[in-house]
């Protein structure tokens, strides 16, 4: 029923229940994660200037939950992923991406923590040197290669940054633009041509214009915005289901 609620938005309701969860299974994380998910969904409904009691209370709840889960559980990709989102959402940029960092090194596959680590760091370019973010977004990239959204930001990082990586990504890169629509398919093979030989006649300016102008091109297409979407997951994708197996 906690599930249903949060769902729902019913989140006062959600917490009483997940509180409930963790109070007659401790040993279980489900109620912790859940109850961590809830209160970040609080929190981002909260006005910080216009409501301060409520949100310093939501924050201390949220932070609280996730210290105490990490304490009786242990460190766990969700539990430093869910982190790393309290720490966006209170703006601590450097903790999230750490945390972002941490989560990436333990869960090996996903491509959401290295892509959001590289995103928060692209925000504050000055404070990162560019092999951290080129790590970042590599890393990204050899996870999901497939990803055009993934593609188009590591090009867009190489064009920016003038690294000679860049026209072997941008070959590797072409067969995915293939089943893409007409309109598309027509006019980026030519934007991509024009990248590739800016670059290789030294012209770096032109082959970012050329690649601003590809990303600007896929904006309207649908497979472009889902693969987006899928490296900026809602919390309630980490909604756990079910309890462990040992319970």
Do not use: C
Request: glycine share 2%.
């Amino acid at each position: 029923q906690a599930i249903a609620q949060l769902e729902n938005n019913q989140l006062d309701e959600a917490t009483t229940g997940f509180r409930t969860i963790i109070e007659l299974t401790p040993n279980e994380s489900l109620g912790y994660q859940n109850l961590t998910i809830t209160a970040l969904l609080k929190l981002a409904a909260l006005n910080k200037a216009q409501e301060p009691d409520a949100y310093s209370s939501t924050q201390a709840e949220l932070a609280e939950t996730l210290t105490s889960w990490a304490s009786i559980h242990g460190e766990s990709p969700q539990q430093v992923i869910l982190s790393a989102r309290m720490y966006e959402a209170i703006e601590d940029r450097a903790a999230a991406i750490a945390a972002y960092l941490r989560a990436a090194e333990l869960s090996k596959t996903d491509p959401v923590l290295p892509y959001q680590a590289f995103q928060l760091m692209q925000q504050r370019a000055d404070e990162y040197d560019v092999s951290e973010k080129k790590a970042a977004i590599a890393e990204t990239y050899q996870r999901s290669p497939e990803n055009i959204a993934v593609v188009v930001a590591y090009l867009r990082f190489l064009a920016e940054t003038q690294d000679d990586l860049f026209l072997e990504i941008l070959e590797q890169a072409r067969d995915l633009f293939i089943p893409l629509s007409v309109r598309v398919r027509e006019t980026l093979p030519k934007l991509l041509d024009k990248a590739a030989s800016a670059v290789k006649g030294g012209d770096w300016k032109i082959a970012q214009t050329q690649i601003g102008f590809t990303g600007n091109l896929l904006l309207a297409e649908i497979a472009y915005t889902n693969d987006l979407n899928r490296l900026n997951p809602h919390p309630l994708e980490y909604v756990a289901m079910d309890f462990s197996e040992d319970f």
